[in-house]
C-alpha cells in the first residue's frame, strides 16, 4: 500500500488549498482515512478523518473551515482548506489505516504567508 499526497504550496492568509492522497494498492472505501499536520517544534496532529461509513470529524482549530472528502473511483482523499491562516502552515501527511499498521504518505507543505 503506498499513499501519495500532493497539493501543498505557498497560499496567502484568507486563501485557499486542496490537498491529495492517491492511492494505491487497495481501495480507499474499505478503510478510515485521516490527514494530519506537523509544524516545527510540534506533535504530529490530526486535522481531519473520515471512516468507512462516511462519518467525519475535524478539531476545533480546523472545523469549518477544513473539508476532508473521498473520490473512490480514483481512489483519492482530499482535504479542502479555507480561509486559511498563518499557524496552518505545517506538512501535511495523509494516513490510512488498517489492521496490520497505518500506513502514511510522504507529506506535503503547506505554508500560509503574506
Known amino acids: 500500500v503506498q499513499l501519495q499526497a500532493s497539493g501543498g504550496g505557498l497560499v496567502q492568509p484568507g486563501g485557499s488549498l486542496r490537498l491529495s492522497c492517491t492511492v494505491s494498492?487497495?481501495?480507499?472505501?474499505?478503510?478510515?482515512m485521516a490527514w494530519y499536520r506537523q509544524a516545527p517544534l510540534n506533535w504530529r496532529e490530526l486535522v481531519a478523518i473520515s471512516t468507512s461509513l462516511g462519518n467525519t470529524n475535524y478539531p476545533s482549530s480546523v472545523k469549518g473551515r477544513f473539508t476532508i472528502s473521498r473520490d473512490n473511483v480514483k481512489n483519492t482523499v482530499y482535504l479542502q482548506m479555507n480561509s486559511l491562516e498563518s499557524q496552518d502552515t505545517a506538512v501535511y501527511y495523509c494516513?490510512?489505516?488498517?489492521?496490520?499498521?497505518?500506513?502514511w504518505g510522504q507529506g506535503t507543505l503547506v505554508t500560509v504567508s503574506s
Open positions: 494498492g487497495t481501495v480507499i472505501s474499505l478503510h478510515t
Open positions: 494516513q490510512l489505516r488498517q489492521p496490520d499498521g497505518d500506513v
